[in-house]
């Protein structure tokens, strides 16, 4: 994690412009740098644990202790069919930025059709997300602070929006993302170590790796934990901008504005191979470690709550998930997850606010310079501060005003991720397809079976 202020402080977007005969003669001349190797790797793994702990606050810590409340291990193997899913996809979005050095909203631009329609159709169900993630997820964390403060749910909630928002704006998100990731790792460590403490008959587990459908299911509690489960449609495209910032692959190369792969030679493209076995390596490490955490959950909700008949529901978020390990450790579990709880949603408040403002910027920017528009409105800086006053402040705290259901809030943002994860997988294999050469960058299984050959690479 030391070069997580790389990852923040250095991003900037580029413009993905048409490939003419002049650049792609300049594109055969582009170095590469080679791909890190042996203990250098683990210097190159943020982007991977940055979108592992943006992961955390809905699918894994809300809505899998409530699946398991209300269905025990009936659906643990629609988690894992989440989780591969997830893991495909998330590193499909990391291929093309790997080899293109662009964000993955440059690519869906170069799609054929009316222009910038793809554009259109990730922003427009996503500004629904993005209001009612960050009214949610700040109104769950608002549950926490209460236990311990007093106060109403609505004042904490429009507290924890005003600062988070003003944290990132401020640029001292670094600072904050470095404190949550310790939390996180304890997060993780306490969950495992709970769930071992509880580990249920074997048995139980394998039966709910069959297929099946519990009786009196609600799809409305299914969608959006599948929706959320490691991360959302939104969280998806923004490791293309994690890994873009970082510098991976084609996107170290500084002073291009585009790389065409098809056209590198192929010295270039042996040394891109390099950078997507890592990108595969670090996306498997974060997948496996999200994992993880979602089976502890799955496991302490079917274990603790469930024979409780206790739900994590609207205000009583953080009391309900502090018995978790409180039923455990007495007191001082029950204060400790509710800390987890608290800074874990604050924490994703964070990774919202700052993922979606550069997101919303990126692709505003795009559409407007597609109408040729110049100056102020086209200055990502200033769009992404427009975004996050507006849409990730203003309008999250008027809903949570008006709505005042945090898990409500969430589970409709959740159903829309669900059903817009199938749109930008296909938009994201289409765009490979077409833009990345077949025989050694396009295949996905090409990464994972060199990338899994010479695991000395870590060591």
Known sequence: MNHQSDIYDGLHLRNLSTHNSNKQQSQNTVNIPDSPQGWDNLKWLGPSFLWMLSAAGSGELLFTPRIAALYGYALLWALLAAVILKWFINGEVGRFSVCTGATILEGFKQLPGPKNWAIWLILLPQIVVAISTVAGLAGAAATAIILVSGGSVQLWTVIIIVVTAAIVLLGQYNVVEKISSYVGIARTVAVVAAAIFVFPDVRQLAAGLVPQIPQNVKYQEILPWLGFMLAGAAGLMWYSYWVEAR?????????QESIDPKQLNPQERKKLRGWLNLMTISNTLAVVGALLAALSFLILGGELLRPQGLVPKENQVAETLGSLLGDL??????????????????????SVEDGFGRMFADGTQIILQGFGVQGRWTNEKFLQRVYIV???????????????????????????????????????????????PKQDLRNWHNSFRCGFATPAMLV
């Open 390 to 436: 507006v849409l990730l402040v203003a309008l999250p705290i008027a809903i949570y005003l008006f709505v005042g259901e945090p898990v409500a809030l969430l589970q409709t943002a959740g159903g829309i991720e669900a059903a817009h994860i199938p749109i930008v997988t296909g938009l994201t294999l289409y765009l490979n397809h077409r833009m990345l």
């Open 247 to 255: 510098g991976y692959g084609a996107a170290s190369v500084k002073g």
């Open 329 to 350: 450790w007495g007191p001082f579990g029950f204060w400790f997850m509710v800390a987890i709880v608290f800074i874990t949603f604050c924490s994703t408040v964070l």
